[in-house]
């Protein structure tokens, strides 16, 4: 019995020990975890190097655990170092070194605002981390020592000036937090545009180290953004010093109630974004992005339904060849963030793609005129900026004129306007952004009783420079309403979108 005994308590001596080593382990998981994904939400301080040829032996090569290579500093000058520190909290008197960061710049030749000559590809990787320097302190104190003596002595040198933290989250005073977070500047704005746009946006600068180095960070030299009703392109050529420009081709409406290739139409112009003022502080730079195109009826209802992925009804409202112009602003005279969208056509109604036969009258209808103008507002759930959300409100305009035929199909000079209104236009926008990742979107558009539905899920990545997604697009019948002459029951649409560069 005694014996018996014995081995009960040294196996629940060897097991309780055993559990705990694997608690403590799980627990310093956990905090790697966290300072790797939330170091910029963490109130945490560095303290920026380059190693020198002749600095403490111990020091060029740092044990680590887990049989990995020991960590070996680099004497380059495109090689700096960043050790990360808690200077002091909760039960804890001293600083308490975190983690070392290996940080490496390549200069990258460009010109313009988005790639500019000089400009800094960084590469940031983890050397040692915090299991690694908990393992030095307790088994290899001497060397752990002198890292702590590098940084107080860092600390005392500069004890009257600021010492560089990862916090990137600034308390702002004026920053309206009623139903979430939204910036006061053009940071949401950004954000939204570089997740949903085609085109390319600017990006800030990132500083490097200590602040000693910096630069703007570059993006590839052809930025593509291809889907099944829309193409956009742009090539570093076409920067310049206070923006952007690019080519596009659509097959979308802004305004009506359609679907993408619905309208019959192509139009192919090019966009443009410009700094009004402050060109360098793409926070607080008053932007005009503007697009220009000419949309061409090209009688595309035989390509429409020839579509698989396109399930709806065939089209019956025509669209004639048109000046399209669309105008964005950042807060213009302090006023909320603008959109201006209108498009004139030719009124033309000799050569319709659609005739319709209603109560044994031929008739064609037509859209000549569209107007949009609207107010954006954005604002995230959280400081973490994962739930991101924009919402349009203002007025849109479109009519309907209905032109008759004879018994042959020939204009014969009759024109009515069926439609004359100014409605008002609604959307809302989500999108989920984790750890800065775009994963998913959507929007909803109400106007003149009719919703307009887009969901987007990526569901390939290469890299963050190349993606795919697949996006839904829905149009509903009209809601609460009969369906008039030209209108359709609505429709669903399934495309692949595939974006480089942006």
Same mark, same amino acid.
């Given at each position: 019995?005694?014996?018996?005994i014995?081995?009960?308590l040294i196996?629940?001596m060897f097991?309780?020990?055993s559990l705990q080593?694997?608690q403590?382990?799980?627990?310093?998981k956990?905090?790697d975890?966290?300072?790797?994904k939330?170091?910029?939400?963490?109130?945490?301080h560095?303290y920026?190097?380059?190693?020198?040829k002749?600095? %403490?032996? *111990?020091? +060029?090569s740092?044990?680590r655990i887990e049989?990995? #290579?020991?960590?070996? &500093?680099q004497?380059?000058?495109g090689?700096?170092?960043r050790?990360v520190?808690?200077?002091?909290?909760i039960?804890l008197?001293s600083?308490?070194?975190l983690f070392?960061?290996?940080?490496?710049?390549?200069?990258?030749e460009?010109?313009?605002?988005?790639g500019a000559a000089?400009a800094s590809?960084?590469?940031t990787?983890?050397?040692?981390?915090?299991?690694d320097?908990r393992?030095?302190?307790?088994?290899?104190?001497?060397?752990?020592s002198k890292?702590?003596?590098l940084?107080?002595?860092?600390?005392i040198?500069?004890e009257?000036?600021e010492?560089p933290?990862?916090?990137?989250?600034?308390? %702002?005073d *004026?920053m +309206?937090?009623?139903?979430?977070i939204?910036?006061? #500047?053009n940071?949401? &704005?950004?954000?939204?545009?570089r997740v949903?746009?085609?085109?390319?946006?600017p990006?800030e600068?990132?500083?490097?180290?200590?602040g000693?180095?910096?630069?703007e960070t570059?993006?590839?030299?052809?930025?593509v953004?291809?889907?099944?009703s829309?193409m956009?392109?742009?090539?570093?050529?076409m920067d310049?010093?206070l923006?952007n420009?690019s080519?596009?081709?659509?097959f979308?409406?802004?305004?009506?109630?359609?679907?993408?290739?619905q309208?019959?139409t192509l139009?192919?112009g090019f966009?443009?974004?410009?700094?009004?003022?402050?060109?360098r502080?793409?926070n607080n730079?008053t932007?005009m992005?503007?697009n220009?195109?000419?949309r061409?009826?090209?009688?595309l209802?035989s390509?429409?339904e020839a579509?698989?992925y396109i399930?709806?009804d065939?089209p019956?409202l025509?669209?004639?060849t048109?000046?399209?112009?669309?105008?964005?602003f950042?807060r213009?005279?302090?006023l909320?963030f603008?959109?201006?969208?209108?498009?004139?056509?030719?009124?033309?109604?000799t050569?319709?793609?659609?005739i319709l036969?209603?109560?044994?009258?031929?008739y064609g209808?037509?859209?000549n005129?569209?107007?949009e103008s609207?107010m954006?507002?954005?604002?995230?759930?959280s400081?973490r900026l994962?739930?991101?959300?924009?919402v349009?409100?203002?007025?849109?305009?479109?009519?309907?004129?209905?032109a008759?035929?004879?018994?042959?199909?020939?204009?014969?000079?009759s024109v009515?306007?069926?439609?004359?209104?100014i409605?008002p236009?609604?959307?809302?926008?989500y999108?989920?952004?984790p750890?800065?990742?775009?994963?998913?979107?959507a929007s909803f558009?109400?106007?003149?009783?009719?919703?307009?539905l887009?969901?987007w899920l990526?569901?390939?990545e290469?890299?963050?420079?190349?993606t795919?997604?697949?996006?839904t697009?829905?149009?509903?019948?009209?809601?609460?309403r009969?369906?008039?002459v030209?209108e359709?029951?609505?429709?669903?649409?399934?495309?692949l979108?595939?974006?480089?560069?942006?």
């Open positions: 019995m005694k014996k018996i014995k081995y009960v196996f629940s097991f309780g020990v080593a694997q403590l382990d799980d627990l310093l956990k905090i975890l966290k300072l790797k939330d170091r910029k939400y963490l109130n945490l560095y920026s190097f380059q190693p020198e002749n600095m %403490d032996n *111990e020091l +060029k740092i044990p049989e990995k #290579d020991p960590c070996v &500093f004497f380059d000058d090689i700096s170092y050790l520190f808690l200077k002091g909290g039960e008197d600083l308490e070194l070392i960061d290996e940080i490496k710049v390549a200069t990258a460009g010109g313009g605002v988005f000089g590809n960084v590469d990787s983890v050397v040692l981390d915090f299991k320097l393992s030095l302190k307790a088994n290899n104190y001497g060397t752990y890292l702590y003596n940084v107080r002595r860092f600390l040198e500069n009257d000036q010492v933290g990862t916090l990137q989250i600034r308390p %702002d *004026e +309206k937090t009623s139903m979430g939204s910036s006061r #500047d940071k949401d &704005f950004l954000s939204f545009a949903n746009n085609p085109f390319i946006y990006r600068t990132r500083r490097v180290g200590g000693i180095r910096g630069g570059t993006t590839p030299d052809h930025r953004d291809v889907s099944f829309r956009a392109y742009s090539h570093k050529v310049f010093s923006g420009a080519a596009e081709i659509s979308e409406d802004q305004v009506l109630n359609l679907l993408p290739w309208g019959m139009a192919a966009r443009l974004l410009m700094a009004l003022d402050k060109p502080d793409i730079a932007y992005d503007v220009l195109a000419i061409l009826d090209a009688g209802k390509l429409f579509q698989p399930l709806s065939s019956v025509n669209v004639p048109s000046f399209v112009a669309g105008f964005s950042t213009p005279l302090s909320p603008i959109n201006i969208y209108f498009a004139a056509g030719q009124e033309d109604y050569a319709p793609n659609v036969n209603v109560k044994n009258n031929n209808y037509y859209s005129t569209q107007f609207t954006s507002f954005y604002w995230n759930s400081d994962t739930s991101r959300f924009r349009d409100i203002g007025m849109a305009y479109f009519d309907v004129v209905r008759t035929y004879n018994a042959s199909k020939k204009f014969s000079g009515t306007t069926v439609k004359d209104d409605m236009v609604f959307t809302l926008h999108n989920f952004v750890s800065d990742n775009p994963l998913l979107g558009k109400v106007l003149d009783g009719v919703a307009k887009k969901a990526k569901v390939f290469i890299s963050p420079t190349h795919i997604r697949l996006e697009l829905y149009l509903s019948a009209p809601i609460m009969d369906r008039r030209w359709t029951e609505g429709g669903i649409m399934f495309q979108r595939y974006r480089y560069g942006l």
